[in-house]
T-cell receptor, first 112, second 110 residues
Framework: EAQVTQNPRYLITVTGKKLTVTCSQN?????MSWYRQDPGLGLRQIYY???????DKGDVPEGYKVSRKEKRNFPLILESPSPNQTSLYFC???????????FGDGTRLSIL | EDQVTQSPEALRLQEGESSSLNCSYT??????LFWYRQDPGKGPEFLFT???AGEEKEKERLKATLTKKESFLHITAPKPEDSATYLC???????????FGKGTRLHILP
């Protein structure tokens, strides 16, 4: 089954404790992306990747890192999380940059 | 600055009452416009892609249209299962970023 898998689905942690949210897709997609979704602000793109070893900033990249060492994986790293990064995060992938995206089921992060 | 605005923010309709959702965009040149449906607790699900003004796409009770400044998602004779948040996203020429609107929450009453 074609899917985008995110882990964990839920996480409560404390300020400053490094965390990684994993994202994996099984569709051999080239384009992958991370979004955060906040009430009243909608979906905002954090980082995206056109292909392996190619990543670029979206609209809200501050406080986040990503890497794309393999085509299927695109982890989101919060080196020193802060409470303003409490949000619902989605990973997405598509065949190419102008193609429909497939989304994961989301990761709800709470930073205390 | 590239921008996507959706209206209304929320819409309540009776079952069978047709209506339209609007997505207006300001980009330097449109590469593609996407419509998604999002159910509570889930990731967005793809509905349509439109690439050029005049283009139309249909699927069951939904029809998406595109002009040079906006897109409409027409819902004909909706059913309660059409209740969801509908999201519009655009990608501009010369840019690989994707910009989403804030969505329209649609509630269909039985």
């Amino acid at each position: 089954e074609a899917q985008v898998t995110q882990n964990p689905r839920y996480l409560i942690t404390v300020t400053g404790k490094k965390l990684t949210v994993t994202c994996s897709q099984n569709m051999n997609h080239e384009y992958m992306s991370w979004y955060r979704q906040d009430p009243g602000l909608g979906l905002r793109q954090i980082y995206y990747s056109m292909n392996v070893e190619v990543t670029d900033k979206g609209d809200v990249p501050e406080g986040y890192k990503v890497s794309r060492k393999e085509k299927r994986n695109f982890p989101l790293i919060l080196e020193s999380p802060s409470p303003n990064q409490t949000s619902l995060y989605f990973c997405a992938s598509s065949l190419g940059q102008n193609q429909p995206q497939h989304f994961g089921d989301g990761t709800r992060l709470s930073i205390l | 600055e590239d921008q996507v605005t959706q209206s209304p923010e929320a819409l309540r309709l009776q079952e069978g009452e047709s209506s339209s959702l609007n997505c207006s965009y300001t980009v330097s040149g449109l590469r593609g416009l996407f419509w998604y449906r999002q159910d509570p607790g889930k990731g967005p699900e793809f509905l349509f892609t439109l690439y050029s003004a005049g283009e139309e796409k249909e699927k069951e009770r939904l029809k998406a249209t595109l002009t040079k400044k906006e897109s409409f998602l027409h819902i004909t004779a909706p059913k309660p299962e059409d209740s969801a948040t509908y999201l519009c996203a655009v990608q501009a020429r010369g840019d690989d970023k994707i910009i989403f609107g804030k969505g329209t929450r649609l509630h269909i009453l039985p």
